[in-house]
Protein backbone atom coordinates (compact mmCIF):
# COMPACT_ATOMS: atom_id res chain seq x y z
CA UNK A 1 0.00 0.00 0.00
CA UNK A 2 1.43 3.30 -0.41
CA UNK A 3 1.05 6.37 1.98
CA UNK A 4 1.19 10.21 1.42
CA UNK A 5 1.29 11.27 5.18
CA UNK A 6 3.68 8.70 6.33
CA UNK A 7 6.44 6.33 5.35
CA UNK A 8 6.87 3.16 6.74
CA UNK A 9 9.94 1.14 7.47
CA UNK A 10 11.60 -2.04 8.82
CA UNK A 11 14.62 -0.72 10.21
CA UNK A 12 15.81 -3.81 12.21
CA UNK A 13 14.68 -7.31 12.77
CA UNK A 14 11.21 -7.82 13.72
CA UNK A 15 10.68 -3.65 14.20
CA UNK A 16 7.75 -2.35 12.12
CA UNK A 17 8.49 1.94 12.11
CA UNK A 18 5.85 4.32 10.78
CA UNK A 19 7.04 7.49 10.51
CA UNK A 20 4.47 10.92 10.85
CA UNK A 21 6.12 12.71 7.49
CA UNK A 22 3.46 16.33 7.19
CA UNK A 23 6.82 18.59 7.87
CA UNK A 24 5.18 21.51 6.65
CA UNK A 25 2.34 21.81 9.86
CA UNK A 26 4.31 19.56 11.92
CA UNK A 27 2.33 16.66 11.90
CA UNK A 28 -0.92 17.84 12.41
CA UNK A 29 -3.08 14.49 12.99
CA UNK A 30 -5.58 15.12 9.82
CA UNK A 31 -7.90 12.90 9.16
CA UNK A 32 -6.06 10.98 6.29
CA UNK A 33 -2.80 11.26 7.92
CA UNK A 34 -4.62 9.12 11.21
CA UNK A 35 -6.47 6.80 8.71
CA UNK A 36 -3.08 6.09 7.38
CA UNK A 37 -1.31 5.43 10.57
CA UNK A 38 -3.59 3.18 12.09
CA UNK A 39 -3.72 1.05 8.90
CA UNK A 40 0.28 0.60 9.01
CA UNK A 41 -0.18 0.16 12.40
CA UNK A 42 -3.00 -2.77 11.65
CA UNK A 43 -0.93 -4.10 8.78
CA UNK A 44 2.16 -4.49 11.03
CA UNK A 45 0.24 -6.17 13.64
CA UNK A 46 -0.91 -8.66 11.93
CA UNK A 47 2.66 -9.00 10.41
CA UNK A 48 4.37 -12.41 12.07
CA UNK A 49 7.77 -11.10 11.35
CA UNK A 50 7.47 -8.04 13.61
CA UNK A 51 7.22 -8.32 17.22
CA UNK A 52 7.24 -4.16 17.79
CA UNK A 53 6.41 -0.89 16.03
CA UNK A 54 7.46 2.04 16.55
CA UNK A 55 5.74 5.29 15.89
CA UNK A 56 7.76 8.52 15.35
CA UNK A 57 7.91 12.35 13.54
CA UNK A 58 10.07 14.50 12.41
CA UNK A 59 12.66 15.73 14.53
CA UNK A 60 10.97 19.31 15.20
CA UNK A 61 7.69 18.02 15.52
CA UNK A 62 6.15 14.71 16.62
CA UNK A 63 2.95 15.69 16.29
CA UNK A 64 1.05 19.55 16.78
CA UNK A 65 -2.49 17.73 17.22
CA UNK A 66 -5.59 17.12 15.72
CA UNK A 67 -5.88 19.35 12.33
CA UNK A 68 -7.30 22.88 13.92
CA UNK A 69 -8.54 23.69 10.20
CA UNK A 70 -10.43 20.23 9.95
CA UNK A 71 -12.23 20.51 13.50
CA UNK A 72 -12.66 24.51 13.45
CA UNK A 73 -16.05 24.63 12.13
CA UNK A 74 -17.40 21.09 13.28
CA UNK A 75 -20.95 20.86 14.84
CA UNK A 76 -20.49 18.37 18.22
CA UNK A 77 -22.26 16.00 16.03
CA UNK A 78 -20.33 16.02 13.67
CA UNK A 79 -17.55 15.28 16.35
CA UNK A 80 -19.08 12.54 17.63
CA UNK A 81 -20.06 10.40 14.99
CA UNK A 82 -17.12 10.71 12.85
CA UNK A 83 -14.45 8.06 11.92
CA UNK A 84 -13.01 10.87 14.24
CA UNK A 85 -13.17 8.98 17.35
CA UNK A 86 -13.01 5.35 15.90
CA UNK A 87 -9.66 6.13 14.58
CA UNK A 88 -8.28 6.85 18.00
CA UNK A 89 -9.54 4.06 19.30
CA UNK A 90 -8.16 1.90 16.93
CA UNK A 91 -4.61 2.29 18.27
CA UNK A 92 -5.97 1.01 21.43
CA UNK A 93 -6.74 -2.52 19.60
CA UNK A 94 -3.05 -3.26 18.45
CA UNK A 95 -1.74 -5.89 20.45
CA UNK A 96 2.20 -5.40 19.78
CA UNK A 97 4.30 -2.94 21.96
CA UNK A 98 4.19 0.47 20.60
CA UNK A 99 6.93 3.01 21.13
CA UNK A 100 6.72 6.87 20.79
CA UNK A 101 10.18 7.89 19.61
CA UNK A 102 9.32 11.47 20.32
CA UNK A 103 11.24 14.96 18.81
CA UNK A 104 10.35 18.53 18.97
CA UNK A 105 6.75 19.29 19.69
CA UNK A 106 4.07 16.79 20.97
CA UNK A 107 1.31 19.25 21.53
CA UNK A 108 -2.33 18.12 22.03
CA UNK A 109 -3.69 15.01 20.28
CA UNK A 110 0.07 14.78 19.70
CA UNK A 111 0.78 14.36 23.42
CA UNK A 112 -2.43 12.22 23.66
CA UNK A 113 -0.94 10.44 20.73
CA UNK A 114 2.32 9.60 22.61
CA UNK A 115 0.40 8.64 25.98
CA UNK A 116 -1.33 5.86 24.50
CA UNK A 117 1.35 4.47 23.26
CA UNK A 118 3.38 2.17 25.76
CA UNK A 119 6.68 3.50 25.79
CA UNK A 120 8.01 7.00 25.00
CA UNK A 121 11.80 7.18 24.36
CA UNK A 122 11.89 11.57 23.76
CA UNK A 123 14.53 13.58 22.31
CA UNK A 124 15.84 16.68 24.29
CA UNK A 125 14.38 18.76 22.28
CA UNK A 126 10.90 17.35 22.53
CA UNK A 127 8.20 19.43 24.50
CA UNK A 128 4.73 17.80 26.22
CA UNK A 129 1.62 19.79 26.08
CA UNK A 130 -2.05 19.63 25.93
CA UNK A 131 -2.83 23.35 24.70
CA UNK A 132 -6.15 23.09 23.86
CA UNK A 133 -7.86 25.91 26.82
CA UNK A 134 -5.55 28.53 24.48
CA UNK A 135 -8.53 27.41 21.51
CA UNK A 136 -11.38 27.01 24.01
CA UNK A 137 -11.68 23.43 24.62
CA UNK A 138 -10.31 20.69 26.43
CA UNK A 139 -8.34 16.96 25.37
CA UNK A 140 -10.93 14.84 23.66
CA UNK A 141 -8.16 12.02 23.30
CA UNK A 142 -6.76 10.63 26.90
CA UNK A 143 -4.87 13.61 27.71
CA UNK A 144 -6.64 14.63 30.72
CA UNK A 145 -7.55 10.72 32.15
CA UNK A 146 -3.92 9.49 30.66
CA UNK A 147 -1.86 12.84 31.86
CA UNK A 148 -3.05 12.34 35.47
CA UNK A 149 -2.40 9.00 36.00
CA UNK A 150 1.29 9.46 35.30
CA UNK A 151 2.31 12.36 36.21
CA UNK A 152 -0.48 13.02 39.07
CA UNK A 153 -3.16 15.26 39.86
CA UNK A 154 -1.49 18.39 39.98
CA UNK A 155 0.72 18.67 37.45
CA UNK A 156 -1.82 17.43 34.97
CA UNK A 157 -4.38 20.45 36.20
CA UNK A 158 -1.24 22.69 35.49
CA UNK A 159 -1.06 21.31 31.51
CA UNK A 160 -4.53 21.46 31.00
CA UNK A 161 -6.08 24.63 32.58
CA UNK A 162 -2.67 26.24 32.02
CA UNK A 163 -0.73 25.34 29.01
CA UNK A 164 2.03 24.30 31.33
CA UNK A 165 4.70 22.18 28.82
CA UNK A 166 7.00 19.46 29.90
CA UNK A 167 10.72 19.81 28.66
CA UNK A 168 11.90 16.08 27.51
CA UNK A 169 13.98 16.36 30.86
CA UNK A 170 10.91 17.28 32.85
CA UNK A 171 8.88 14.27 31.10
CA UNK A 172 11.27 12.00 32.38
CA UNK A 173 11.44 13.15 35.77
CA UNK A 174 8.00 12.76 36.21
CA UNK A 175 7.87 9.76 35.18
CA UNK A 176 6.03 10.40 31.50
CA UNK A 177 8.87 9.05 29.19
CA UNK A 178 11.05 6.12 29.41
CA UNK A 179 14.40 7.62 28.36
CA UNK A 180 15.79 10.70 26.96
CA UNK A 181 18.37 10.54 24.02
CA UNK A 182 20.46 13.35 22.05
CA UNK A 183 18.42 14.30 18.94
CA UNK A 184 20.47 12.63 16.33
CA UNK A 185 20.61 9.53 18.80
CA UNK A 186 16.67 8.76 19.81
CA UNK A 187 15.45 6.89 16.61
CA UNK A 188 17.79 4.59 17.12
CA UNK A 189 17.21 3.98 20.89
CA UNK A 190 13.87 3.52 20.39
CA UNK A 191 14.95 0.77 17.38
CA UNK A 192 17.15 -0.80 19.65
CA UNK A 193 14.66 -0.93 22.33
CA UNK A 194 12.01 -2.29 20.00
CA UNK A 195 14.30 -5.05 18.14
CA UNK A 196 15.14 -6.27 21.74
CA UNK A 197 11.09 -6.63 22.39
CA UNK A 198 10.52 -7.94 18.83
CA UNK A 199 13.05 -10.61 20.08
CA UNK A 200 11.45 -11.66 22.84
CA UNK A 201 8.68 -14.37 23.41
CA UNK A 202 5.57 -13.15 21.39
CA UNK A 203 2.89 -14.72 23.10
CA UNK A 204 4.12 -13.68 26.64
CA UNK A 205 4.75 -10.01 25.49
CA UNK A 206 1.48 -9.30 24.40
CA UNK A 207 -0.03 -10.87 27.46
CA UNK A 208 2.30 -8.72 29.20
CA UNK A 209 1.44 -5.36 27.76
CA UNK A 210 -2.30 -6.47 27.87
CA UNK A 211 -1.40 -6.91 31.93
CA UNK A 212 0.10 -3.59 32.45
CA UNK A 213 -2.68 -1.77 30.81
CA UNK A 214 -5.47 -3.35 32.71
CA UNK A 215 -3.48 -1.79 35.95
CA UNK A 216 -4.72 1.71 34.67
CA UNK A 217 -8.36 0.28 34.47
CA UNK A 218 -9.54 -1.78 36.93
CA UNK A 219 -9.27 -2.55 41.00
CA UNK A 220 -5.95 -3.93 42.28
CA UNK A 221 -7.55 -7.23 42.89
CA UNK A 222 -9.15 -7.55 39.88
CA UNK A 223 -6.34 -6.64 38.34
CA UNK A 224 -4.42 -9.49 40.50
CA UNK A 225 -6.66 -12.06 39.17
CA UNK A 226 -6.08 -10.59 35.36
CA UNK A 227 -2.75 -11.15 35.68
CA UNK A 228 -2.86 -14.22 37.06
CA UNK A 229 -5.05 -15.71 34.56
CA UNK A 230 -2.64 -14.69 31.67
CA UNK A 231 0.10 -16.35 34.18
CA UNK A 232 -1.31 -19.87 33.99
CA UNK A 233 -2.48 -19.02 30.12
CA UNK A 234 0.99 -19.02 29.14
CA UNK A 235 1.86 -22.72 30.36
CA UNK A 236 0.00 -23.91 27.24
CA UNK A 237 2.35 -22.12 25.13
CA UNK A 238 5.32 -23.96 23.86
CA UNK A 239 7.54 -20.83 24.55
CA UNK A 240 6.96 -21.01 28.15
CA UNK A 241 8.48 -25.12 27.75
CA UNK A 242 11.03 -23.83 25.65
CA UNK A 243 11.70 -20.76 27.81
CA UNK A 244 12.13 -23.07 31.07
CA UNK A 245 13.97 -25.70 29.68
CA UNK A 246 16.72 -23.05 28.02
CA UNK A 247 17.11 -22.28 31.06
CA UNK A 248 17.69 -25.46 32.76
CA UNK A 249 20.17 -26.72 29.84
CA UNK A 250 21.81 -23.25 29.78
CA UNK A 251 21.56 -22.02 26.45
CA UNK A 252 19.62 -19.74 24.30
CA UNK A 253 15.89 -20.00 24.45
CA UNK A 254 14.57 -19.86 20.46
CA UNK A 255 11.02 -18.45 20.42
CA UNK A 256 7.96 -20.06 18.05
CA UNK A 257 5.34 -17.31 19.12
CA UNK A 258 3.28 -20.42 20.28
N1 LIG B 1 -3.58 22.06 13.06
C1 LIG B 1 -3.50 22.64 11.83
N2 LIG B 1 -2.40 23.27 11.39
C2 LIG B 1 -1.35 23.36 12.22
C3 LIG B 1 -1.36 22.79 13.51
C4 LIG B 1 -2.54 22.09 13.93
N3 LIG B 1 -2.65 21.46 15.12
N4 LIG B 1 -0.18 23.04 14.08
C5 LIG B 1 0.55 23.72 13.20
N5 LIG B 1 -0.17 23.93 12.05
C6 LIG B 1 0.25 24.65 10.85
C7 LIG B 1 0.10 26.16 11.00
O1 LIG B 1 -1.22 26.56 10.81
C8 LIG B 1 1.04 26.64 9.92
O2 LIG B 1 0.39 26.49 8.67
P1 LIG B 1 0.53 27.63 7.54
O3 LIG B 1 0.09 28.90 8.18
O4 LIG B 1 1.98 27.63 7.17
O5 LIG B 1 -0.38 27.15 6.43
C9 LIG B 1 2.17 25.61 9.96
O6 LIG B 1 1.62 24.46 10.61
C10 LIG B 1 3.34 26.10 10.77
O7 LIG B 1 2.87 26.51 12.05
P2 LIG B 1 3.29 27.91 12.73
O8 LIG B 1 3.43 28.97 11.68
O9 LIG B 1 2.33 28.15 13.84
O10 LIG B 1 4.76 27.55 13.27
P3 LIG B 1 5.43 27.98 14.66
O11 LIG B 1 6.83 27.48 14.60
O12 LIG B 1 5.24 29.44 14.94
O13 LIG B 1 4.63 27.16 15.80
C11 LIG B 1 3.53 25.25 16.80
C12 LIG B 1 4.61 25.74 15.81
C13 LIG B 1 3.42 23.73 16.62
C14 LIG B 1 3.99 25.55 18.23
C15 LIG B 1 2.19 25.99 16.53
O14 LIG B 1 1.86 25.79 15.14
C16 LIG B 1 1.06 25.51 17.36
O15 LIG B 1 0.90 25.94 18.52
N6 LIG B 1 0.20 24.66 16.78
C17 LIG B 1 -1.08 24.26 17.39
C18 LIG B 1 -0.88 23.35 18.59
C19 LIG B 1 -2.23 23.00 19.23
O16 LIG B 1 -2.98 23.88 19.65
N7 LIG B 1 -2.54 21.73 19.27
C20 LIG B 1 -3.76 21.21 19.86
C21 LIG B 1 -4.81 21.04 18.75
S1 LIG B 1 -6.35 20.44 19.38
C22 LIG B 1 -10.15 13.62 19.87
C23 LIG B 1 -8.95 13.33 19.29
C24 LIG B 1 -7.94 14.30 19.23
C25 LIG B 1 -8.19 15.58 19.73
C26 LIG B 1 -9.39 15.87 20.32
C27 LIG B 1 -10.40 14.89 20.38
N8 LIG B 1 -11.19 12.63 19.98
C28 LIG B 1 -10.88 11.26 19.53
C29 LIG B 1 -12.44 12.96 20.47
C30 LIG B 1 -7.10 16.55 19.63
C31 LIG B 1 -7.28 17.89 19.66
C32 LIG B 1 -6.09 18.75 19.45
O17 LIG B 1 -4.97 18.29 19.28
Known amino acids: ?11 AEGVGLVKLNQRRTFNS ?27 TGVDRAFAAGADIKEMAGASPVEMMNKAFI ?18 GYALGGGCELALACDMI ?18 PGAGGTQRLARTIGKALTMEMVLNDRRLSAEEAERFGLVNRVAPVDEYLDVAITLAAEIAARAPVAVRLAKDAVNMALETSLSAGLAYERNHFYALFATADQKEGMAAFLDKRKPEWQGK
Not at 1 to 11: C, F, G, H, Q, W
Not at 29 to 35: A, F, K, S, V
Not at 39 to 55: F, K, P, Q, W, Y
Open 86 to 103: ARWERLRNIRKPVIAAVS
Open 1 to 11: MTYENILVERP
Open 121 to 138: IASDTAVFGQPEINLGVI
Open 29 to 55: LTGPLMDELMSALETMDRDDAIGCLVI
